[in-house]
């Protein structure tokens, strides 16, 4: 299977537009705007693992598209929105990394998932080869979202975007068991609870989102 | 019989480009106004504002020297050879051997570089200013058009328009994340050469944030025809380019008869519709952006493009 056939294309194409959507939240300040980024982000994934699922002819990645579909495209997002109009938080996040130097940052580690990705995959088909190199990208720039927010709902939504690259680098090999699947969605509706817990707590105590301050409470000095 | 033809083409082309581009900025603006609920003015007025401005005699800055006089013809010309490059409803016109995109990107530096020079000449403040901006801008957003030439380049084995369109219309290349990148990159340029929203407002005077209209503040009578309509021709060229690229699909082949180019105009004016009502849509839907912030804007496209073309290194083993 190679380019120009409809199953690989279409696959390609979904993946591609997840990276995209995770240089679009290296991109976006408004918070708002992460969210919405994040939530196609997750819709992707959930289109792609459907396709994936017609394509292998497997079932169960019918419901891993399933519950991507509800939980990381409508619900999560949905939480985060109200989670953000509750604590009542507007306008651009404080980045600790310029957008420029974010950008460049991002590209680089792109090129890096490129280089490391494509020698391990070297003896699986072209699919596998560009797909694991795409996950591998996404991961790495779900981390550098981390890295360059500042605020902690920035930093939720980019441990939201690592674990979209990680299922979606599952759903592109062969047989992924459906018991693995199912507890990394389960572990994401707990991270996610536990999220909006730790929001609520660092609002209240600090003030803020901004979790410079937690390294004042931790007793670093910088 | 061919070379008739591809004459023919050309010339039909060209006449299509030139009297449609003020009617694509009169649908534009009308599709604007309809969505913000307006009633708008009929998509024939910016062929009236021409003909009205045509009509009146030019006013000169009396600091103003040669280049005022000159600064019009030379982009609306510039801009002319760029339209006959592009290809509309038909491929294999007869121009199309030297359609090159860095031909045209040179095409389009060369309008630019008229258009600062003319909004220097007077030395007006707010002239000079838009230059400036205009200059910073364009720093970005050609290395990031030639950065999408380069991914086209790699995947049609050419950076010929026309040979490009006619290899991304078979579809055995596919859908590739690189195009999706270059995509993504040649919208942001296209919204920035042609001073739309997130960039600029064409619809405004606002002098803290204008660029395209300031450089032009000083033009009267036939020249400022002359630049309007030198910004519609670039507007529709642009258009085009996106859908001889990217929708390549309908497009009638080199050496099809009456019938093929029916077809062929008729794809064009679907496309061209479609994404006249993209742009309004884009347009209404969110704001423009401060000036400060555009070169980041234009840095993402242009590290966009370097991200398509370095997958497409890799992919195909140069690298």
């Known amino acids: 299977m190679g380019f120009g056939h409809i199953p690989f294309d279409v696959s390609h194409a979904l993946a591609g537009g997840m990276l995209l959507m995770s240089f679009v939240l290296l991109y976006q300040r408004r918070v708002p705007g992460l969210i919405a980024a994040l939530a196609t982000q997750g819709g992707l994934l959930g289109l792609a693992a459907l396709w994936q699922g017609w394509a292998q002819g497997a079932a169960g990645l019918y419901l891993t598209g399933l519950i991507a579909l509800v939980a990381k495209a409508v619900l999560i997002p949905w939480a985060l929105s109200t989670l953000v109009r509750r604590l009542g938080m507007h306008g651009s996040v404080q980045t600790a990394l310029g957008i420029g130097p974010s950008m460049i940052a991002g590209v680089g580690l792109a090129a890096l998932a490129l280089v490391v990705a494509l020698p391990v995959a070297a003896g699986g088909s072209a699919l596998a080869q560009e797909d694991l190199a795409v996950a591998l990208s996404v991961v790495l720039l779900g981390m550098l979202v981390m890295i360059a927010r500042r605020n902690a709902i920035g930093q939720v939504v980019g441990l939201m975007s690592m674990e979209n690259g990680l299922i979606l680098a599952a759903v592109g090999v062969q047989g992924l068991p459906l018991l693995i699947e199912l507890s990394t969605a389960a572990l994401l509706l707990v991270l996610a609870l536990v999220a909006g817990v730790f929001l609520t707590g660092i609002r209240e105590r600090f003030d803020s989102l901004d979790v410079a301050f937690l390294e004042d409470h931790r007793g670093e000095r910088r | ?319």
């Open chain 2, 1 to 319: 019989m061919a070379a008739f033809a591809a004459l023919l083409t050309q010339i039909l082309h060209l006449a299509l480009l030139l009297v449609l581009a003020p009617l694509l900025v009169g649908v534009v603006r009308w599709l604007k106004a309809r969505l913000l609920g307006r009633r708008g003015a009929s998509p024939l007025q910016p062929w009236r504002d021409m003909r009205k401005l045509l009509l009146k005699r030019p006013i000169i800055a009396e600091s103003a020297s040669v280049v005022t006089l000159a600064a019009p013809y030379v982009a609306v010309a510039a801009t002319v050879v760029a339209a006959l490059l592009v290809p509309s409803f038909t491929r294999g016109m007869a121009l199309a051997p030297v359609a090159d995109l860095l031909v045209l990107a040179g095409c389009l530096a060369l309008a630019r570089g008229a258009l600062a020079l003319a909004g220097m000449d007077a030395g007006t403040p707010f002239g000079g200013l838009g230059a400036a901006r205009e200059m910073a801008f364009a720093a970005l957003a050609e290395p990031a058009l030639l950065l999408v030439a380069l991914c086209c380049a790699i995947l049609a084995g050419s950076s010929n328009i026309d040979a490009i369109a006619a290899v991304f219309a078979e579809g055995a290349l596919g859908i590739r994340v690189s195009l999706a990148l270059a995509l993504a990159a040649l919208v942001a340029v296209a919204l920035a050469e042609n001073a739309r929203i997130p960039v600029d407002n064409p619809a405004t005077h606002l002098e803290l944030t204008m660029v395209h209209e300031a450089m032009i503040l000083e033009a009267s009578g036939r020249h400022l025809a002359l630049w309007e309509y030198q910004a519609a021709l670039a507007l529709t060229l642009w258009l085009s380019l996106l859908a001889a690229i990217f929708v390549p699909f309908g497009m009638a082949p080199a050496a099809s008869g009456p019938i093929g180019w029916l077809v062929g105009l008729a794809a064009y004016a679907a496309k061209i519709g479609a994404l006249a009502l993209l742009l309004a849509v884009f347009e209404s839907a969110i704001a423009k952006m401060r000036v400060f912030r555009v070169p980041e804007f234009l840095g993402a496209a242009l590290l966009l493009g370097l991200l398509g073309a370095l997958f497409l290194f890799v992919s195909t083993g140069l690298l």
